[in-house]
């Protein structure tokens, strides 16, 4: 059983900067994508950024320049840098991981505001 767990979500000042990490049960490099959702109040899950196994990366528009997805093999583990945050980035953001299938973490809750 694939289990993804999220980390490092909290309350932050517009501007400022957060890393969500992603520790995975089983080896990312065997993933076809490594991503994060996320999902803000009344509104529908979007997709922020993907890491393919070979290391290529897309980017939701809005975050582009902003966010940063990594990933350590060795660690298992998926990262999201999210520097110049803004109140409009506050939601609860997903890891998700696709082979076969598609798992999901519980979420992280990611608020920003002053």
């Known amino acids: 059983q694939v289990q993804l767990v999220e980390s490092g979500g909290g309350l932050v000042q517009p501007g400022g900067s957060l890393r969500l990490s992603c520790a995975a049960s089983?080896?990312?490099?065997?993933?076809?994508?490594m991503g994060w959702y996320r999902q803000a109040p009344g509104k529908q899950r979007e997709l922020v950024a993907t890491i393919t196994s070979g290391g290529s990366t897309y980017y939701l528009d809005s975050v582009k320049g902003r966010f940063t997805i990594s990933k350590d093999n060795a660690k298992n583990t998926v990262y999201l840098q999210m520097n110049s945050l803004k109140p409009e980035d506050t939601a609860v953001y997903y890891c998700?991981?696709?082979?076969?299938?598609?798992?999901w973490g519980q979420g992280t809750q990611v608020t920003v505001s002053s």
């Open positions: 089983i080896s990312i490099s065997s993933m076809y994508t």
């Open positions: 998700n991981a696709r082979k076969y299938s598609a798992y």
